[in-house]
């Protein structure tokens, strides 16, 4: 019984131990949180720019609406530029299929290798003592 009560008041305080440090860790973050809040500046938005879409570079947009105003006599209206998917997975895949091509698996691996002087005689030998 004594054993038990022993266990018991060590598992006791270890989980005291451990609320205690959850409580401090929790009320230093809550120091950090407040300082960061004090230290904020608000700050005006700027105002909107239109942006490029993502993928597509800004110089790739003025040729693009070059081209569209030279072909219409600048009567034409660019609406929507995207980059087309990438397909570097398939670049990957041909490459790994590739690779593994030109390595062959030993399949003979298991086979026995050369005799030497060590080894115990075997059916090939002609019975000669």
Not at 52 to 62: E, M, R, S
Not at 68 to 88: K, L, N, W
Request: hydrophobic fraction near 50%.
């Amino acid at each position: 019984m004594e054993h038990l009560v022993f266990i018991f008041s060590g598992f006791g305080v270890v989980m005291l131990v451990l609320a205690a440090l959850w409580m401090i860790t929790a009320a230093v973050g809550k120091l950090f949180i407040a300082y960061e809040a004090r230290q904020a500046v608000p700050v005006a938005p700027a105002p909107a720019a239109p942006a490029a879409p993502a993928g597509v570079p800004g110089h790739h947009l003025v040729a693009i609406a070059a081209a569209v105003a030279a072909m219409t006599g600048g009567q034409g209206r660019v609406v929507r530029i995207s980059a087309p998917a990438h397909q570097a997975i398939a670049w990957a895949h041909e490459g790994r299929s590739a690779q593994f091509a030109g390595r062959k698996a030993r399949r003979d691996w298991a086979r026995p290798g050369p005799r030497t002087p060590e080894s115990p005689a075997t059916s090939n030998s002609k019975g000669k003592s």
